[in-house]
């Protein structure tokens, strides 16, 4: 059995800092480009970041591009998104979820396993 769980939301400051971890288990992680997505009350889910399976490659959205950073460590079968310079409007669930052959990575349907994702709340 396929499960991704996310961990590392909460409560944060604007400004501030939050690193959210994903596990994965039941699937060969190497195998699968990782996503970060998020969804906001009243919006649709945006995807976020994605890094790829065998080469590391990442792609950002321009709406956190240069505050994200998306990485994966193979050995803990675990994928991290650092949040840096968080704003209100970053305040959302935020998911993971896992592609074998991911082409368009801000796409939903790209992605075969997701998370119950994790609440990040950004607030003075």
């Known amino acids: 059995q396929v499960q991704l769980v996310e961990s590392g939301g909460g409560l944060v400051q604007p400004g501030g800092s939050l690193r959210l971890s994903c596990v994965a288990a039941?699937?060969?992680?190497?195998?699968?480009?990782i996503g970060w997505f998020r969804r906001a009350p009243g919006k649709e889910r945006e995807g976020l970041a994605c890094?790829?399976?065998?080469?590391?490659?990442?792609y950002y959205a321009d709406s956190v591009k240069g505050r994200f950073i998306i990485s994966r460590d193979k050995t803990k079968n675990t994928v991290y998104l650092q949040m840096n310079s968080l704003k209100p409007e970053d305040t959302a669930v935020y998911y993971c979820a896992a592609g074998r052959t991911v082409v368009s990575v801000y796409l939903e349907d790209e992605y075969d396993y997701w998370g119950q994702g994790t609440q990040v709340t950004v607030s003075s």
């Open positions: 890094i790829s399976d065998s080469y590391s490659s990442t």
């Open positions: 039941g699937i060969t992680w190497g195998d699968y480009d």
